[in-house]
């Protein structure tokens, strides 16, 4: 597609289940984020992959948070145990690896912890 | 973001102008992003600043003095459209890779 596709779009999910959250980026890109974004609150950095190289997990609030990409494509979100505070518009974004180059967000997934 | 301020809400009438500030701090500057994001959107890109001074994108201008660190987004012309969020980003030479650094946002309210 021309976009960041994200899905699921709405996710409700009961204290304690697991979720997982798919982004795929922008053909081309090869940086790709996580963010987070709560009601009145900033977009909160989660992650960020770039290549082959390691990921920079140092924004990811706990350790029931993960992620991972696949063939340099695709990734995937995992919340374990999810609580309630974790409910929040997850948002990916992809970009091109130069210092001017914007990120290119998805239209998030809505994560309602009930 | 904690290093990022921006109004948390403005109002303004349609047809006219406003200027919305944003300053930061870092140790590391390289690029100043304004993103407008719609209630229940993504936020989209509107402009990129990283030498001083002023860039000019149809109705929307960002303005930059680094040694200052202080940046506006100065919107001509309101339309109700314009009603949105609009978030200052920063991106840090100490963040990870080319990760952003967002403000909590400033909401824009349009009226005739």
């Known amino acids: 597609g021309a976009g960041v596709s994200q899905s699921p779009s709405n996710k409700v999910t009961e204290k304690g289940k697991d979720v997982e959250l798919r982004c795929d980026p922008i053909?081309?890109?090869?940086?790709l984020y996580w963010y987070r974004q709560s009601l009145g609150q900033g977009l909160e950095f989660l992650i960020y992959f770039q290549g082959n190289s390691a990921p920079d997990k140092s924004g990811l609030p706990s350790d029931r948070f993960s992620a991972e990409r696949t063939g340099g494509s695709v990734s995937t979100l995992t919340i374990q145990r999810t609580q309630q505070e974790d409910s929040a518009v997850y948002l990916c974004?992809?970009?091109?690896?130069?210092?001017?180059?914007?990120?290119?967000f998805g239209n998030g997934t809505r994560l309602t912890v009930t | 973001g904690q290093n990022i301020d921006q109004p948390t809400e403005m109002t303004a009438t349609e047809g006219a102008i406003v200027q919305i500030n944003c300053t930061y701090q870092t140790s590391g500057f390289n690029g100043l992003f304004w993103y407008q994001q719609h209630a229940g959107e993504a936020p989209t890109f509107l402009s990129y600043n990283v030498l001083d001074g002023l860039e000019e994108k149809g109705r929307f201008s960002s303005f930059l003095s680094r040694s200052k660190g202080y940046s506006y987004l100065l919107l001509k012309e309101l339309q109700m459209k314009d009603s949105a969020s609009y978030l200052c980003a920063v991106r840090d030479d100490s963040n990870s890779g080319y990760a952003l650094n967002f403000g909590k946002g400033t909401s824009l309210l349009v009226t005739p």
């Open positions: 053909s081309g890109h090869t940086a």
């Open positions: 974004a992809s970009s091109l690896v130069q210092g001017n180059s914007p990120l290119h």
